[in-house]
């Protein structure tokens, strides 16, 4: 296997019905990025564009698919070159968002995104959005509803002010029950930690850390009292896992493959010992989605399994000790660990994974406007 050379940015796939909340989602990311430089594509002309470039000052960061309807396009060539735009080193951005129509039929997305070429990306996630308010009516009118929970790894309620608490708590169950094991979280006007889809950029120049005033800052000034009433990661806790010893393929997935259903997020870097001396794993975890990446141990470089989980109601213990039985034991770190690593390969990104798309949701391409791209 081949590590990529280049560094790839995660996008991730925002879709939802109309009305759902996907742009005031959006533009809550965008409002809370934290100095992460986020690149946004929507095919929605106008609705987000100028918030997106007014509110994170990325003018020639957005792409608008004018009237196209992305999900709809015949190949994935324009696609392709919006994408080819964004990961231009220029831009340097750090995370790429595709706000679907709402009309989209995201699976087709996210398997444009599974085939592309571009070398600069990597698949980060289909996240839903659900208007709580409205849930039974458009799954009445827009039965589809439930495929696209089927394949989405991680749901957000959203605008759950404006149901009541026991309201709440039966959506919760019957949208748990149609989204299988993605997660699904509860929002107000979108306001999710945005460490839940991406990691905040840590720029060795610092620049963004030692950085003027920004827009951001300014706004939240305006929101008045520092933006308290964004701050997430009180809703969400957060379990570090560090080990010098490495983990064992085999248990590591079984950990992973059973992990439970509050753990939204999980990012960091695990060692696999013999199972692949040359190359630490970066893991990045999105309700159910799972991607691995390859890259080459830095010379000299500790050997160190580090984790970070981000979840509501998890058992910090519990993880704790499920992870510290997941490392190797003395003697069991053997040439058969090779062979252990199948489990760990079935989720990098190499090609289009039959375990992300399924073939048989894919609708067709569809006839589709002239799209335009406006980068
Ligand atoms: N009460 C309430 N309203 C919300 C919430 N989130 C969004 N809204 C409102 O719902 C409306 C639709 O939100 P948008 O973010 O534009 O929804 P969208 O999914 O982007 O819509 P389309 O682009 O048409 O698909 C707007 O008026 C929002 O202000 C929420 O949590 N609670």
Known sequence: MTPPRTPQIPVVVLAGFLGSGKTTLLNHLLRNREGTR?????????????????VAGQVGSTVSLGNGCLCCAVDAS??????????????????IVIEASGLAEPQELVRMLLASENPHILYGGLVEVVDAAEF???????PELDRHLAVADLVVLNKTDRVGEAERERLLRAVGALSGPAAVITAVHGRIDPELLFDPAMRPDGDERTR???FEDLLREEEGDGGHGDHLHAAYESVEFTSDVPMDPRRFIAFLDSRPEGLYRIKGFADFGAGDRDNRYALHA??????????????????????????????AEALRAGLAACRTEPGTDTPDAERAMWGVLRYVQQEPDPVDVREGDVREGADVEEAAAEA
């Open 38 to 54: 986020i690149g946004v594509i929507v095919n929605d002309f106008g609705s987000i564009e100028i918030d997106a470039m007014t």
């Open 78 to 95: 324009e696609l392709d070159i919006f994408l080819e735009t964004l990961t231009r080193p220029s831009a340097r951005l750090d995370v």
């Open 136 to 142: 039974d009516a458009t799954r009445e009118r827009h």
């Open 212 to 214: 003027q005033l920004t």
């Open 286 to 315: 999105v309700g159910r989605f799972l991607r691995f990446v390859p890259q080459p141990w830095a010379r000299g470089e500790q050997r160190l399994t580090q984790l970070v989980m981000i979840g509501s109601g998890i058992d």
